[in-house]
């Protein structure tokens, strides 16, 4: 069974200038740059019948024009507890609704609804057990203001994921282009 999700890609100048933040946080997994995405719905391990509907139903997604997306800041999911370090993604309502548009198939292809709130992002490194909030939080201190970098998302795309510690490496499977507009 494969272990699927949907996401955006990002661009390799992108990635590239987001990997430029690894490093200096000691025992930081951090994500390798062609493994750098934004998930819009994570599926899980599905069985090939699944699989199968969700990739007919996101080829018949409506059509949608490209979305322009923004990485404004660093920032951690954990708390106290840190798990991952990530880039936000700006508020976007193209984003959200294709986000709303990929759970929608997903419950359709009878998966689960996601409990968790989307919170769009791009994981820069994963953070072990006993990393400590104070080291987290000094090294977001010693990376200064994060420049907004922004690009253009033009296509969706179904990863597939090796079961393994931490994610990765991915791999599109399919790509749905965002064609609404263009030329």
Same mark, same amino acid.
């Given at each position: 069974?494969?272990?699927?999700?949907?996401?955006?890609?990002?661009?390799?100048?992108?990635?590239?200038?987001?990997?430029?933040?690894?490093?200096?946080?000691? #025992? =930081? %997994?951090?994500?390798?740059?062609?493994?750098?995405?934004?998930?819009?719905?994570?599926?899980?391990?599905?069985?090939? $019948?699944?699989?199968?509907?969700?990739? $007919?139903?996101?080829?018949?997604?409506?059509? %949608?024009?490209?979305?322009?997306?923004?990485?404004?800041?660093?920032?951690?999911?954990?708390?106290?507890?840190?798990? =991952?370090?990530?880039?936000?993604?700006?508020?976007?309502?193209?984003?959200?609704?294709?986000? $709303?548009?990929?759970? %929608?198939?997903?419950?359709?292809? #009878?998966?689960?609804?996601?409990?968790?709130?989307? !919170?769009?992002?791009? !994981?820069?490194?994963?953070?072990?057990?006993?990393?400590?909030?104070?080291?987290?939080?000094?090294?977001?201190?010693?990376?200064?203001?994060?420049? %907004?970098?922004?690009?253009?998302?033009?296509?969706? $795309?179904?990863?597939?994921?090796?079961?393994?510690? #931490? #994610?990765?490496?991915?791999?599109?499977? !399919?790509?749905?282009?965002?064609?609404?507009?263009?030329?």
């Amino acid at each position: 069974m494969p272990r699927l999700f949907t996401g955006l890609e990002i661009p390799a100048e992108i990635a590239q200038h987001l990997g430029a933040y690894g490093g200096g946080l000691p #025992g =930081a %997994r951090w994500v390798e740059d062609g493994d750098l995405h934004i998930t819009l719905r994570f599926l899980g391990d599905v069985d090939i $019948a699944t699989a199968n509907e969700v990739h $007919a139903m996101l080829e018949d997604a409506r059509p %949608r024009a490209p979305i322009e997306i923004v990485l404004d800041e660093l920032a951690v999911f954990g708390g106290d507890k840190p798990r =991952a370090l990530y880039a936000s993604v700006a508020t976007n309502p193209e984003l959200n609704d294709l986000h $709303a548009e990929h759970e %929608r198939i997903a419950r359709h292809a #009878g998966l689960e609804p996601e409990p968790r709130k989307f !919170t769009p992002h791009v !994981t820069l490194a994963r953070l072990g057990r006993g990393m400590g909030a104070e080291a987290v939080a000094h090294y977001i201190v010693q990376t200064g203001i994060f420049a %907004r970098i922004g690009f253009t998302a033009r296509r969706a $795309a179904l990863f597939s994921a090796r079961a393994s510690r #931490g #994610g990765g490496p991915y791999v599109v499977e !399919t790509a749905y282009p965002f064609v609404l507009g263009e030329e």
